[in-house]
């Protein structure tokens, strides 16, 4: 649920989401229902299936939202859940590193929240608005700033080899 949460809150920061009370029961309700489409994918079928399908479940219905919620264009959007989906990455690697270095799953998803929490604010605070000027500046300076997340994308989903 918190890399929901945490993957949704920051492309909808990213992609220029207005602070409203209104917007962010929006999200909220957004972020509940792709929660409950993981929940029934993994009931269904197992945790294979539902990371494989991940894409469709997450970022597609996070990518439509902004669209035709925040009425911002399908680049900024889609700019906006890749790089979102990249920032998920240091938390998961927080996680994972101190998980193993205690020898404890616990420790695993203590820490991944507590990280998740932390970039979040991070970002908020340092990274949001340099994001969107980024990204709105011009067509070009967008897909420049999305070619990283989009190629880590690909390599995480596709899974070429590296």
Not at 114 to 137: D, G, M, P, Q
């Amino acid at each position: 649920m918190i890399e929901i949460l945490f993957g949704t809150a920051t492309a909808v920061s990213f992609a220029g989401m207005e602070r409203t009370r209104k917007n962010y029961i929006a999200v909220g309700c957004l972020t509940t229902v792709l929660f409950f489409l993981q929940v029934i994918c993994l009931n269904a079928w197992d945790i294979d299936v539902t990371f494989k399908l991940y894409p469709l479940l997450s970022h597609l219905p996070i990518t439509v939202f902004i669209v035709a919620y925040l009425k911002r264009p399908w680049l900024i959007s889609l700019t906006s859940v890749l790089a979102s989906f990249l920032c998920c990455q240091p938390p998961r690697w927080i996680g994972t590193a101190l998980g193993e270095v205690f020898d404890s799953v616990s420790i695993n998803h203590v820490s991944y929240i507590a990280a998740a929490f932390l970039t979040y604010c991070f970002l908020r605070k340092y990274a949001v608005t340099s994001v969107r000027h980024l990204i709105e500046r011009s067509v070009s300076s967008c897909l420049l700033f999305g070619a990283m997340p989009a190629f880590y994308y690909l390599f995480e989903y596709v899974g070429f080899p590296v």
